[in-house]
């Protein structure tokens, strides 16, 4: 197999992850980064802790699915991370959460 040959499948890994992430984002409430992984959530439980005087953050997911392209089984039942670097969650906004303002309301 040649380098090219091996950037093209990796190319190809890449997109057939986007577009499993494209069709089920939907089906969550939650993004959630940490510095090892991207996960989509339902359920989300953060909470800082610490030892020594150290702080780290304990993340516990329900419900998940992991943006992994070497993972053949992405949706999990459960995830626990623990780890002292930075953890953002995002509540995701759902379209029938949205209104789009009509033209004559922004006179």
């Not at 610490?50 to 780290?56: H, K, L, M, N, P």
């Given at each position: 197999?040649?380098?090219?040959?091996?950037?093209?499948y990796?190319?190809?890994?890449?997109?057939?992850?986007?577009?499993?992430?494209?069709?089920?984002?939907g089906?969550?409430?939650?993004?959630?980064?940490?510095?090892?992984?991207?996960?989509?959530?339902?359920?989300?439980?953060?909470?800082?802790?610490?030892?020594?005087?150290?702080?780290?953050?304990?993340?516990?997911?329900?419900?998940?699915?992991?943006?992994?392209?070497?993972?053949?089984?992405?949706?999990?039942?459960?995830?626990?991370?623990?780890?002292?670097?930075?953890?953002?969650?995002?509540?995701?906004?759902?379209?029938?959460?949205?209104?789009?303002?009509?033209?004559?309301?922004?006179?």
């Amino acid at each position: 197999m040649s380098a090219e040959d091996l950037e093209n499948y990796e190319t190809d890994m890449e997109l057939q992850l986007y577009r499993e992430y494209r069709d089920v984002v939907g089906l969550f409430s939650y993004v959630v980064e940490t510095e090892r992984r991207f996960y989509l959530a339902n359920h989300v439980d953060l909470q800082a802790r610490s030892a020594d005087g150290e702080i780290y953050f304990d993340l516990t997911l329900q419900d998940a699915w992991v943006w992994d392209v070497y993972r053949s089984a992405r949706f999990v039942k459960s995830v626990r991370v623990i780890t002292f670097k930075d953890v953002n969650v995002e509540e995701l906004t759902r379209n029938d959460d949205l209104t789009v303002p009509k033209p004559d309301e922004l006179a």
